[in-house]
Nanobody, 123 residues
Framework: QVQLRESGGGLVQAGGSLRLSCAAS????????MAWFRQAPGKEREFVAT????????NYADSVKGRFAISRDNAKNSAYLQMDSLKPEDTGVYYC????????????????WGQGTQVTVSS
């Protein structure tokens, strides 16, 4: 089992950057694929990015490709989401999630979730 805690959210102007962090408990972090999802008010939670257990393979939603970068540091039990060129439509609560095994993009595939961190992008 793994517990996740996000940090790094905040208010930023359009075009700005934020770096989200996800700290995981436990000593088996490297056995989990990690992902970021987000949920805007009144909308369903949507996939943002995922990274494989060793950090070699990544996948992104089309809406964030070229602007966001997911990474992880297994020695620090942490995953990250670097967000550049932010847009107002990126506003929402960002969640990190973990699943044992291979990466997936469906939120129903993930077993462990953090509480979320709010990102607000002003125009």
């Amino acid at each position: 089992q793994v517990q996740l805690r996000e940090s790094g959210g905040g208010l930023v102007q359009a075009g700005g950057s934020l770096r989200l962090s996800c700290a995981a408990s436990g000593r088996t972090f490297s056995t989990y694929s990690m992902a970021w999802f987000r949920q805007a008010p009144g909308k369903e939670r949507e996939f943002v990015a995922t990274i494989s257990r060793a950090g070699i393979a990544t996948n992104y939603a089309d809406s964030v490709k070229g602007r966001f970068a997911i990474s992880r540091d297994n020695a620090k039990n942490s995953a990250y989401l670097q967000m550049d060129s932010l847009k107002p439509e990126d506003t929402g609560v960002y969640y990190c999630a973990a699943r044992a095994g291979l990466t997936r993009i469906g939120r129903e595939e993930y077993d462990y979730w953090g509480q979320g961190t709010q990102v607000t992008v002003s125009s």
